[in-house]
């Protein structure tokens, strides 16, 4: 052995000895992969540093590998949250949180907000813009990235874009106070572009739109298209220069056929979604994030709020068309996703209640957990990565106990995370 090979012998053996210190092994009772049909029991996830190498019921062990036994529970991918509020936390005082609190404070609360979401299971998270004047996630995601805290992986939108009057503009206020709006307020096509540029420029890697009028803002109804078409048109546009995918806040049909005629990549909410509307999301693989549970959420836990009645009165009211709505989407084959409308707000295992809903609307439990798990990872465009438990893929990995395919609820209670490999939650 030359002496230059005996170095590199000496290094490559020192790199595999690296690396086989951080082989983890985890054992359970079942194994949902995000892909397979059926559960896989008496499972076995091989994982090297940050990756899953292998994964089934005859795996050999290598000795040097930590055995993590979690005995009977079950395995699943990381959860995957579409659509995220986590600077909003107040939710019977909705339309006039974002007067009373500075940025710095909203960031803090919404850093609070995305640690417990990953104590929850949630690995990965898509922010729908916030009510907030400035780029706090982006900041928190910055944080995350140089390893100063640990929370889910972010992606999403710094702030949604409405117009003046829609919901991002909300307040009860009269017309004498001049006011910062909690969203970003875009009126005509030039602020549209110079919008767009600046939510890039500041790190969004989604663009949020409010095309509808929405559910929660204090003057405006859900069913009227509040974007042009060249609004929305330019948007889009603009956004595809820089390869950023928008998402668009849309119930009324003719709002969620003008955005996906226009090319966004998924509809939030879709309440009034129609058979045409559903014919063109399939046709052009967009996706749909109905958050479902939210509407619940107000109807039995928020009593009481003058702020909020309008919320509570529509969500009562259009419930059982909504939810018709949906399983029509399911049924035809539309990408139906998992996203709540509601992290920073609830107690974060009610996000998990998400999945009740769509098995509600026609899912079966199979088919919602993959919905927020692989479905979530293409939407995200994560899916050569993140999504399901196999080889070669990123270990975002959540342990429930329990059988979540019997029992949908088990996903409330996440008694193990490991997120890129490292454990952050055992029991
Ligand atoms: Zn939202």
Redesign the pocket.
């Known amino acids: 052995m030359s002496r230059t090979t005996r170095w590199l012998f000496v290094v490559l053996l020192f790199a595999t000895q690296q690396t086989t210190a951080d082989m983890i092994a985890l054992r359970s009772e079942q194994l949902i992969d995000g892909r397979s049909d059926k559960p896989i029991s008496n499972a076995v996830v091989l994982i090297d540093n940050t990756t899953i190498i292998a994964v089934g019921q005859d795996i050999d062990i290598p000795p040097v590998a930590k055995v993590i036994d979690l005995g009977f529970v079950t395995l699943l991918p990381g959860m995957i949250e579409a ?3 986590t600077m909003m936390h107040e939710e019977n005082d909705y339309q006039y949180t974002h007067l009373k609190e500075s940025s710095a404070y909203k960031t803090l609360r919404s850093l609070y907000a995305l640690q417990g979401l990953l104590q929850a299971g949630w690995t990965s998270v898509r922010i ?2 916030e009510a907030d004047v400035y780029y706090g996630d982006q900041a928190i995601r910055q944080a995350f990235d140089e390893g100063y805290f640990t929370g889910p992986r972010l992606t999403g939108a710094g702030h ?1 874009l409405s117009i003046t009057g829609g919901g991002g503009d909300i307040n009860y206020l009269s017309p004498e106070q001049s006011i910062v709006a909690d969203g970003y307020i875009v009126n005509g096509v030039a602020e549209m572009r110079e919008a767009v540029r600046r939510e890039i420029k500041f790190g969004s890697d989604w663009i ?1 739109l409010l095309v509808t009028g ?1 559910f ?1 803002s204090a003057n405006d109804n859900p069913r009227n298209v509040h974007f042009s078409e060249q609004e929305v048109r330019v948007a889009v546009e603009e956004a595809r220069r820089h390869d950023v995918p928008v998402m668009a ?1 849309a119930h009324s049909a003719e709002g969620i056929k003008l955005a996906v005629r226009a090319g966004v990549r998924s509809i ?2 879709g309440s009034f979604i129609d058979d045409e509307a559903i014919r063109l999301m399939k046709k052009n693989g967009t996706f749909l994030v109905p ?1 479902m549970y ?1 509407g619940d959420y107000y109807l039995n836990e928020i009593t009481n709020s003058p702020a909020q009645q309008k919320m509570i009165e529509l969500s009562r009211e259009t419930r059982p068309e909504f939810f018709a709505n949906i399983g029509k989407a399911i049924r035809a084959g539309v990408k139906v996703t998992v ?1 709540t ?1 509601l992290a920073g707000m609830a107690n974060p295992s009610y996000l998990a209640r998400e999945f009740a809903m769509l098995i509600e609307a026609g899912m079966t439990p199979m088919q919602a957990i993959q919905a927020g798990t692989r479905v979530n990872a293409e939407l995200f465009g994560w899916d050569d990565r993140l999504g399901t438990i196999e080889p070669g893929r990123l270990a975002d990995i959540i342990a429930v106990e329990g059988d979540p395919l019997t029992d949908i609820s088990a996903l409330e209670r996440v008694v193990f995370v490991m997120l890129n490999g490292e454990v952050v939650k055992q029991p």
């Open positions: 659509h995220a509020h729908a813009g949604y949020k929405a929660m806040h939030e909410h958050t939210i996203g409308d």
